[in-house]
């Protein structure tokens, strides 16, 4: 028995290991991709115009904004049975506070904003076909951790579905289309393993290529290679979605990888310019995207099994009992003290 549990935790470590060395993988290519663009940047002088600063901070600020709204997501789903719109109302305030909150009212709301508000329509169109997706039996039980060929299969054409809709409704930006394929790829890996993952990147990947443009084989890889770094996270996490901060983080730092593929696979005076249009963009797209499948996720299983809710509860109120207790402990030892030092005086 011992045995079996030592076992366990070297897997455990091992895999654990695997995971960050993944996200130091990524993390490089970030930094590779960065100091590429600062180089172009500077081999052409540095160009960059007042809507791309602002594009590059909003997508920083809404960023911020959606991380403070997240870590406040137990408050808001107080709200009961509405609290998914709750949330998405939310993030709604937060995109409109920072249209009157970061810039004056000289700039162009609609121009700089509008493809923001567009993207997050998109999101959550695709959120609503979760939503009932995953009212499924099928889906059901793979949200308990039980995978059979069936559901599986079921999860592969529903991924397709949204990973091929993902690729077809896309956001212009300056002539520039930006989507959420390699997120919808990416989140089908890190859902449903590797026999759902891999082959909505190779579908949605080769639909990708066949549409063509300059950009066209390397966002194919790309969108393959999302579908296997979410199955590989999926394996190496006990095959269960991880919690939404890695997630993000995950989402965010494979935006950066894939626009390090653009700068690879496309001659520099095209894919620079490209990545300055979509990059702010792909950027919010990814962190809020992989933000609100989490939150329905967590959503739905907790719904499905409400214990779990009941524990985080007790748990908590057995927190604040104990919390109570201890400052009422103190009080005593500190009231004790003081009684033997007057004892000692007298």
Known sequence: MISMKKNKLKTSNKNYLKINL??????????VFFIGLIEYHTKIGINIDLETIQDIASAIATICILGYVSGRLSKIKGLGESAIFGIMYSLIICVIGLMSTYFDTKVDVAMHFGPYLDM????????IFVILATNLKSLKEVLDGKFTKKNQLICLIIFTMIGLFA???CVMINGTPANIRSLIVMISGLFGGPFVG?????????????????TALASAISTVISGVVGSLIFIWNDKKFPKAVPAIILMFLFTG??????VILTPPDLSFPFIQNIYPIMIFASVSGMLLFSIV????????????RDEEDKIKHLKNDLEEYSERIELLENEIEKLKKDKEKK
Do not use: H, Q
């Not at 993944?22 to 930094?31: C, G, H, Q, T």
């Not at 997050?120 to 959120?127: N, P």
């Not at 190779?202 to 443009?213: K, Q, V």
């Not at 996720?297 to 779990?308: Q, S």
């Open 167 to 169: 690729s077809y409704a």
């Open 297 to 308: 996720l967590k959503d739905r299983k907790e719904k499905m099994n409400p214990t779990i």
């Open 198 to 214: 891999i082959p909505v990147g190779i579908i949605s990947g080769a639909y990708r290529l066949s549409l063509g443009g300059t």
């Open 257 to 262: 990888f894939e626009m390090l593929m653009v």
């Open 120 to 127: 997050f329509g998109i999101l959550c169109g695709v959120l």
């Open 22 to 31: 993944l996200y130091l993988a990524l993390i490089i290519s970030n930094i």
